[in-house]
């Protein structure tokens, strides 16, 4: 085999060994950060309902986060909410008649 020919099946090599080796990285990468964690979760559903986010965050909400986590933690938050608004205006309305 000539110095070419071995130059080009070393070179080749090369490649497919760094094309694996990203492959390999890629794979790692989404198989760790394949769901969004409780706390990213509950992260999220709290800023929508102030209505701020960023960007980046909202990306990685769309393709990483599961539609019914932010559904459950949602009314979970909707529910505290309405409870203790309701328990302030009852704590105000009997320090007013009282």
Known sequence: MSD??????????DEANQHADASAAEK????LEESMSLWETTQSVL???L????SKNAK????????????IIGIAFGILFVLVVAMCVSVILSLATS
């Open 4 to 13: 070419s020919n071995k130059s080009k099946t070393n070179l080749s090599r």
């Open 28 to 31: 790692r990468d989404v198989g």
């Open 47 to 49: 800023y929508a309902m």
């Open 51 to 54: 209505g701020v986010q960023k």
């Open 60 to 71: 990685r909400d769309f393709t990483k986060g599961k539609a019914s986590h932010f559904i």
